[in-house]
């Protein structure tokens, strides 16, 4: 079973407005990591906001939040007042905390944003 | 504070050559990490060294696949006797045992192999 679960392969937003990604994830581990990374088209994929298993609040970082609900395993990314530049493709990705997989990354396949002026 | 370093950036290579590459990770970070990334998919996890140690290797890490960190700083990914279907982007990731458990990975700018 796939670990993560992005259903949007592309999003389309028009800049200034507010937009979400869909991330759903699948784990038996209490413990665990969820972090949202964005790839421009030169390839880096960088960092945006990381949400642990036992956060109470949701996480934010400036205009990207992170819907989390537990019981429905989703964590899904809110971009407010969207930008021409955060045209790009966005990944979901969760890190367990136990068993042989613990350094490990597991990506979801990506959603393509792009912000229409 | 300079981020995460790869080289070569490209890499275009004949069917059946070794090539190798390498990561220079953020400097206090004690923690590297592969993966591969091909066309239209997420990052896919390769291997990770904690230190000097290979901690964990996926089974996509074939035989002609070798990754070392021998003084627990940079670290060299080799592929022996390339074929077609290793076109892709490696990714390089470091992250700090310090930094509890939010342990965030931070990637490098990759690199691109084609295998002709």
């Known amino acids: 079973a796939q670990k993560i679960t992005q259903t949007q392969p592309g999003m389309f937003v028009q800049e200034k407005e507010a937009v979400t990604l869909d991330c759903t994830y699948d784990t038996s581990d209490p413990s665990y990591g969820l972090f949202w990374y964005k790839q421009p088209s030169s390839g880096e994929m960088i960092f945006l906001i990381y949400?642990?298993?036992?956060?109470?609040q949701n996480a934010t970082e400036g205009r990207y939040s992170l819907n989390f609900q537990k019981a429905r395993k989703s964590a899904n990314l809110v971009i407010s007042a969207s930008q021409l530049g955060d045209s790009a493709m966005y990944f979901c990705?969760?890190?367990?905390?136990?068993?042989?997989?613990?350094?490990?990354?597991?990506f979801g396949r990506g959603t393509q944003l792009t912000v229409w002026p | 504070d300079t981020g995460v370093s790869q080289n070569p950036r490209h890499k275009i290579t004949k069917r059946g050559q070794n090539v190798t590459f390498r990561c220079d990770p953020i400097s206090e970070h004690n923690r590297l990490y592969w993966y591969r990334q091909t066309l239209g998919q997420g990052p896919e996890f390769l291997t990770y060294f904690q230190n000097e140690a290979q901690l964990e290797k996926s089974r996509l890490l074939s035989d002609r696949f070798s990754a070392e960190r021998p003084k627990g700083s940079f670290s060299t990914l080799e592929i022996q006797r390339t074929e077609q279907g290793d076109s892709a982007m490696y990714l390089c990731?470091?992250?700090?045992?310090?930094?509890?458990?939010?342990?965030?990975?931070?990637f490098g700018p990759g690199t691109r192999l084609t295998v002709l």
């Open positions: 990705a969760m890190r367990e905390s136990r068993g042989s997989t613990l350094g490990r990354l597991y």
């Open positions: 949400q642990g298993s036992y956060d109470q």
């Open positions: 990731a470091s992250s700090s045992i310090d930094s509890g458990i939010t342990d965030t990975q931070y």
